[in-house]
């Protein structure tokens, strides 16, 4: 082999190195790119279990509320309407 020859080998492997080099590069780039969304996602699904806890609380206290706002519906309109009774008693029952 010539000199010129194993100079012309030497060189198409500097270029296959160059871009070996240049793919490995952006392959560790695409690969810090995909930690990063990985690491998002984390804090993402995070937040995403903490308002469904607070959801879920939101919903028991109303469901609670709910209840109370019956009662009170009921007992509100009973003493209005003993009023009322009791207005049309002294007001009818006397002459």
Not at 41 to 60: G, S, T
């Amino acid at each position: 082999m010539s000199d010129s020859e194993i100079n012309r080998r030497f060189d198409r492997l500097e270029v296959k190195i160059d871009r070996l080099t240049e793919v490995l590069t952006t392959i560790a780039v695409v690969e810090e790119q995909i930690n990063g969304q990985n690491a998002r996602l984390k804090r993402h699904e995070f937040r995403l279990d903490e308002n469904e806890k607070k959801i879920e609380d939101v919903a028991e206290t109303l469901a609670t509320n709910s209840q109370i706002l019956k009662v009170g519906q009921g007992i509100v309109a009973s003493i209005w309407a003993a009023i009322l009774a009791s207005v049309m008693y002294y007001f009818n029952g006397e002459p």
